[in-house]
């Protein structure tokens, strides 16, 4: 099963386009060790990107499932 985590950046380590527009924080989704989405602004987008990247890495384990017992 893959990991999908969410990792929040603050401060000095939030990209600068963002950092200049304002925001002290920002959060990115992070699947098995690497960053695939982000950065966000909110963390409710980050949580809604997290879902979405399990849905479909579930769908994918289930299709290659049932290419395996074909």
Known sequence: MHSAEIMSLVGSAVPETLRRAGHLACWLVVLDGAVKAGPFVSLADAQAS???????SAKR???QGAALAA
């Not at 997290?50 to 479909?56: G, K, P, R, S």
């Open 61 to 63: 384990r289930k299709r």
């Open 50 to 56: 997290q879902a979405i990247w399990l849905l479909e």
